[in-house]
């Protein structure tokens, strides 16, 4: 007689399993309150900020007669000083000769502090005979080898390019030998194994991992143009913004002075500006604060 086992019973499955419920999506998460420690967005326009104020402060410290107009004029009597140089034609004409005489020596020293960077970067050898000197340069005012200058070269034009072409080598040559050095070994291994020749070497490795350190350079580069052109324009000239400065020192005119110093502080904002512009549209790639 057969024995009819009983059936086995089916084990019951989990209720998520056998019937259609919607999964419930994972749960946001919740922002932990850390501070964040970056300087933030840039703010629109914030290169001008600073200037706005310290005009603004200028113009409510005149209005308000805290400043002595024989030794600060107010802003709107500068301004009239102004257009009045411009009508003249005196002031485009001395901005022209200025222009002319910073953009010559910026050029010169440019060029020379990248060759020197070059070559004291790539080279042992050329860094034991190159940068030495530089160094001690680097520890001599350019300004204090004015005198100097005047006895080789006179008073003429060629020693006012020469010292505005030696004050823009040193920070040009610094920032850029710095880049070079900071460049990835493993780069350079690269190219050794991939046999790239020395021009493409410089080309494809050097001079852009160099860049960054170079553009640096030119900020201060600008800046130190400009500052040896002030003194270099009073030293026997007969033309540029020192020269008329220096003449209106000697007849006590404030007004005209100042006109030459906010002419030399709009064309330090505006080169500087520039070279931050070229940093951005050519250092993309790289992520850092500046944003």
Known sequence: MSVDLPARSAVAAPPALTKDRPVA??????AT???RLGPGRPVRHGWAIGPVLLFALWAAGSAAGLLDP???PAPWTVAATAGDLIADGRLQDHLLTSAQRALLGLLFGVAAGLLFALVSGLSRVGEALVDGPVQIKRAI???????????????????????????????VYIHT?????AIDNRYVELAETVRLGRTAFVRQV????????????MRFAVTAAWLALAVVEQVNATSGIG????????????????VGLVVYGLLGLVSDGLVRLVERRTLTWRRTLAG
Request: glycine share 12%; no cysteine.
């Open 206 to 217: 050097v001079l852009p991992g160099a860049l960054p350190g170079f553009l640096l350079g």
């Open 33 to 35: 309150g850390r501070r």
């Open 141 to 171: 005012p350019s300004l204090a080898l004015i005198p100097l200058l005047i006895l080789w070269f006179g008073i003429g034009e060629s020693m006012k390019v020469i010292t505005i072409a030696l004050g823009v080598f040193v920070p």
């Open 25 to 30: 999506p994972p749960r946001p998460l919740r």
């Open 243 to 258: 020269y008329m400065m220096e003449l209106a020192r000697t007849y006590g005119q404030t007004d005209v002075i100042l």
């Open 70 to 72: 024989r030794a600060l």
């Open 177 to 181: 030998h710095n880049g070079l050095r």
